[in-house]
T-cell receptor
Framework: GESVGLHLPTLSVQEGDNSIINCAYS??????FIWYKQESGKGPQFIID?????DKRQGQRVTVLLNKTVKHLSLQIAATQPGDSAVYFC???????????FGKGTTLSVSS | DGGITQSPKYLFRKEGQNVTLSCEQN?????MYWYRQDPGQGLRLIYY???????QKGDIAEGYSVSREKKESFPLTVTSAQKNPTAFYLC????????????FGQGTRLTVV
């Protein structure tokens, strides 16, 4: 079965606010945790990943935090824009040779 | 243009018929994947292939079959044994089995009536 999941199915924010999307995972053996963004009618797109031996990684306007103690992953989006509206999935990847395993997704809605 | 192409975008089939979904990539990627997405659900892994002539079952392989005869191509056949085949099917590829960045196609929406 699934070993990753998200706390909330939907999140609504105002343009310019910071967004925090959360994910709980159960497989402590995963090597990487990854965030993907899926816009309506399209396939998911890679955002950022974090290796299991790290606790924070920053990208452009995004930050991923990993708390292995409580098996929690979060994606922070700074200054959220309408173009950030999408479904966000967390995923995990085990050792080489295994495929990405996805959680159920959080729908982010950004209003102007 | 480099990328991953799924065809067709929409597909309708009658119950009891097998149907094959196409997935082609020109990214020179070794690994390819098939996922199924249902409304409000995440992506569930059907099959994946790390290299030509090799593939492994995912979490929901029953009722599906694949082949990987060429590096560029990873077709998925939805057989009549699949109990609930109506879904959105996504194909993806990655440079290798270690890579976390997968590139997805636009998906095929299959409707079985």
């Amino acid at each position: 079965g699934e070993s990753v999941g998200l706390h909330l199915p939907t999140l609504s924010v105002q343009e310019g606010d910071n967004s925090i999307i959360n994910c709980a995972y159960s497989n402590s053996a995963s090597d990487y945790f990854i965030w993907y963004k899926q816009e309506s009618g399209k396939g998911p797109q890679f955002i950022i990943d974090i290796r299991s031996n790290m606790d924070k990684r920053q990208g452009q306007r995004v930050t991923v935090l990993l708390n292995k103690t409580v098996k929690h992953l979060s994606l922070q989006i700074a200054a959220t824009q309408p173009g950030d509206s999408a479904v966000y999935f967390c995923a995990e990847k085990g050792q080489a040779g295994t495929a990405l395993i996805f959680g159920k997704g959080t729908t982010l809605s950004v209003s102007s | 243009d480099g990328g991953i192409t799924q065809s067709p975008k929409y597909l309708f089939r009658k119950e009891g018929q097998n149907v094959t979904l196409s997935c082609e990539q020109n990214l020179n990627h070794d690994a390819m994947y098939w996922y199924r997405q249902d409304p409000g659900q995440g992506l569930r892994l059907i099959y994946y292939s790390q290299i030509v002539n090799d593939f492994q079952k995912g979490d929901i392989a029953e009722g599906y079959s694949v082949s990987r005869e060429k590096k560029e191509s990873f077709p998925l056949t939805v057989t009549s044994a699949q109990k609930n085949p109506t879904a959105f099917y996504l194909c993806a590829s990655s440079l290798g089995p270690r890579n976390t960045e997968a590139f997805f196609g636009q998906g095929t929406r299959l409707t079985v009536v």
